[in-house]
């Protein structure tokens, strides 16, 4: 599986931006799809993952309420809506997958996960 991370930008704080995660191959449905982000001096960090099912969806604590993950296996693509955005949220986002037997498991660790993406660029300015 080959992924293709992008929507990346600068923002002002308080805007949005949309993430677009789009995989290559037929087996997308059967990954679990999760966001991570990693900014300058500092360890990576999980903010969201949705399921097989598109209806079970994880969030950081410091996103919740703001980002939505989504997923359209159709277009073999899942989302980042990420709204009401802050400073802090800066970052370089990466997409992976982590394959799951079950249409409801995911995980929140990196090191759970299969394939990533390159890493789309998220500033947000003050």
């Known amino acids: 599986v080959q992924l293709q991370a992008s929507g990346g930008g600068l923002v002002q704080a308080g805007g949005s931006l949309r993430l677009s995660c789009v995989a290559s191959?037929?087996?997308?449905?059967?990954?679990?799809v999760g966001w991570f982000r990693q900014a300058p001096g500092k360890e990576r960090e999980f903010v969201a993952v949705?399921?097989?099912?598109?209806?079970?969806?994880y969030y950081a604590d410091s996103v919740k309420g703001r980002f939505t993950i989504s997923r359209d296996d159709a277009k073999n693509t899942a989302y980042l809506q990420m709204n009401s955005l802050k400073p802090e949220d800066s970052a370089v986002y990466y997409c992976?997958?982590?394959?799951?037997?079950?249409?409801?498991?995911?995980?929140?660790?990196?090191?759970?996960?299969?394939?990533w993406g390159q890493g789309t660029l998220v500033t947000v300015s003050s």
């Open positions: 191959g037929r087996t997308f449905s059967l990954y679990a």
């Open positions: 949705v399921a097989r099912s598109a209806s079970t969806t």
């Open positions: 992976a997958v982590d394959q799951q037997g079950s249409r409801f498991g995911y995980s929140d660790y990196a090191s759970e996960y299969d394939y």
